[in-house]
């Protein structure tokens, strides 16, 4: 059965550091892509990074771009790691598998998700 753990979140002050982390089960990993996504209190989900399923493409929201980095190790893991964060990255964040070809920052182009995990980043 395919599921996705999401971890690491939590409180933290501005200009700080968090990880997040991604446990994929079943068939997702090894052959799908990765996206994180986060969605605050009464706004949209937004794409916020991706990383192909070789892990040799990335992309990133320009709101997070040099801040946010995403990786993927051979453990069935995909991190994000994000410094210098900002009250506006306050969200829940979600990480999803993508198995269509192709990078994407539309969440209905993803096939699976995990149930998210907060970041508050206070100023």
């Known amino acids: 059965q395919e599921q996705l753990v999401e971890s690491g979140g939590g409180l933290v002050q501005a200009g700080g550091s968090l990880r997040l982390s991604c446990a994929a089960s079943g068939r997702i990993f090894s052959s799908y892509a990765m996206g994180w996504f986060r969605q605050a209190p009464g706004k949209e989900r937004e794409f916020v990074a991706y990383?192909?399923?070789?892990?040799?493409?990335t992309f990133y929201a320009d709101s997070v771009k040099g801040r946010f980095t995403i990786s993927r190790d051979s453990a069935n893991t995909v991190y994000l790691q994000m410094d210098s964060l900002k009250p506006e990255d306050t969200a829940v964040y979600y990480c999803?598998?993508?198995?269509?070809?192709?990078?994407?920052?539309?969440?209905?182009?993803?096939?699976?998700w995990g149930q998210g995990t907060q970041v508050t980043v206070s100023s």
């Open positions: 999803a598998a993508r198995g269509g070809l192709g990078f994407s920052v539309e969440a209905p182009r993803y096939d699976y």
């Open positions: 990383i192909s399923w070789s892990g040799g493409s």
